[in-house]
């Protein structure tokens, strides 16, 4: 095709949609260093960029500053809101598959029961706000298992009348990680996952001892199928925290 | 972060001119991709302040659920952090990188939602930089923009929701020839007079604002 018949396909094959044969012959003819249509195509991925810029609508949430700056790792005097302690991308980048993070159970183990419950309820109250993300993209890049697969967010809302968001993991996924931080998982001794009929399908004691902020406890996914879960963490028997979360399995 | 102001003006030869359009640049962003590069935190930081709305915004705009939106910004963040490496600034600009990035996720949710089909073309080659040289998201501010939204609103309706299907729900021509009950032949025809449309009104523009 000449540089004339091609003009006006510049935009489409800028946007990637541009249907086949036309858009191998558009390649084929690029690579050829045509530089007229180098330049036109260059001014069309302007146009493309124009177009997703100008789009109308609202700003950012606020708290998503805060997910995005989590990526970098962890930062000194990073404020998150409510209390969000958590500083685990790295930590999941380094050694995940896939990575959930709840950003909440921060209490010190007590003796008495009830009186820990009480104080974890006020805890997870208070860090409502707080979420936590399957990061599958991020444990893809550090690109360690033939599992991963895309798979997005997970956020958690708690709260007593929360409903769990549902954890969606595809085909392909091998396991899931919980990175807790380190400092509540020292409290206790054992990790335990129960399906909707409170059995324990899953469990690891003792628990994995980390000197980063995070510890990242893996759960593979054929423990797993599509339902809700609670993961607990256990100090003596008694529960130190709870997550809480709904599994589609694809 | 080194700043500069760069204006350059695209004229067009006769015949020949795609879009010729005003970009501005009003800073270099060659040291924020070094200091990305060299994983500054603060480096994502001021990426985000700079395109993080936008971004956000045309993710909403594409997969129209916020949650989904917010876990899309932070997976384009990502892999740009992850990908600053290969990223030359010298040859091209972080915000359309960035939003092609943007652009790339979400289409892959949709696809992964079914709400595009499989074969699809593959957009892998849209993030290279060098494709974007000179297009920063600043040159929005000018009269860029406010030619390019000019010359969408005045496109005939079809011409345009075929554009924007494109676009936004990264259709092929034959899916939005079945989305739009028309022949394939006919969405092609459509397409092509849109692009030689905004092609000319830009231009248009463009001279009137010279």
Not at chain 1, 207 to 223: C, E, K, M
Not at chain 2, 83 to 91: I, P
Not at chain 2, 171 to 193: C, D
Request: proline content about 5%; some cysteine.
């Amino acid at each position: 095709m000449t540089c004339e018949e091609l003009r006006s396909d510049y935009l489409l094959y800028a946007m990637g949609t541009m249907a086949e044969p036309e858009s191998s012959e558009m390649r084929a003819h690029l690579d050829r260093g045509c530089p007229t249509c180098t330049e036109g195509l260059r001014q069309a991925h302007a146009l493309a960029y124009s177009m997703g810029a100008l789009v109308n609508g609202p700003g950012a949430p606020r708290g998503l500053r805060g997910r995005v700056m989590a990526i970098a790792g962890p930062e000194k005097n990073r404020r998150f809101p409510a209390g969000f302690r958590w500083q685990v991308w790295a930590l999941a980048a380094a050694c995940l598959t896939l990575a959930l993070v709840p950003a909440w159970l921060s209490q010190q183990q007590s003796s008495r029961f009830h009186a820990k419950e009480a104080e974890t309820a006020a805890l997870l109250d208070r860090e409502r706000l707080s979420e936590a993300y399957l990061r599958a993209e991020l444990a893809r890049q550090a690109g360690q298992s033939a599992g991963a697969v895309p798979i997005y967010a997970l956020e958690l809302e708690r709260g007593a009348d929360a409903t769990p968001k549902q954890l969606v993991i595809p085909n392909g996924a091998t396991s899931i990680v919980l990175a807790l931080p380190s400092d509540v998982v020292r409290q206790a001794s054992t990790a335990e996952l129960r399906n909707a009929s409170g059995q324990t399908v899953w469990s690891v004691s003792p628990l994995p001892v980390s000197d980063a902020d995070s510890t990242g406890l893996n759960i593979p996914t054929d423990r797993l199928s599509s339902g809700r879960y609670t993961v607990a963490l256990l100090a003596k028997g008694q529960a130190v925290g709870r997550l809480q979360f709904e599994v589609v399995k694809h | 972060m080194q700043c500069a102001v760069i204006i350059q003006e695209t004229t067009p030869k006769s015949g020949e001119g795609m879009f010729p359009l005003v970009l501005g640049v009003l800073a270099r962003e060659d040291d924020l991709v070094i200091r990305l590069q060299r994983r500054e935190p603060q480096a994502l930081a001021r990426l985000y302040d700079r395109h993080g709305d936008m971004i956000y915004r045309l993710m909403l705009r594409m997969v129209r659920d916020s949650g989904i939106a917010e876990d899309l910004v932070q997976e384009t963040f990502l892999r740009a952090w992850n990908r600053a490496d290969a990223f030359d600034a010298e040859r091209g600009a972080v915000g359309p990188w960035l939003l092609a990035i943007a652009r790339n996720r979400a289409l892959d949710y949709l696809r992964a939602r079914g709400r595009r089909a499989e074969n699809t073309v593959e957009f892998n080659e849209t993030e290279h930089p060098a494709l974007f040289v000179d297009f920063p998201a600043e040159a929005l501010n000018f009269d860029t923009a406010r030619q390019v939204k000019r010359a969408l609103d005045q496109l005939p309706s079809q011409q345009r929701q075929a554009i924007e299907l494109a676009y936004f729900e990264g259709m092929s021509q034959s899916e939005i020839a079945e989305h739009m009950g028309q022949p394939l032949g006919t969405i092609k025809t459509w397409m092509r007079r849109a692009m030689l449309q905004m092609r000319d009104d830009i231009a248009a523009g463009g001279r009137v604002n010279g």
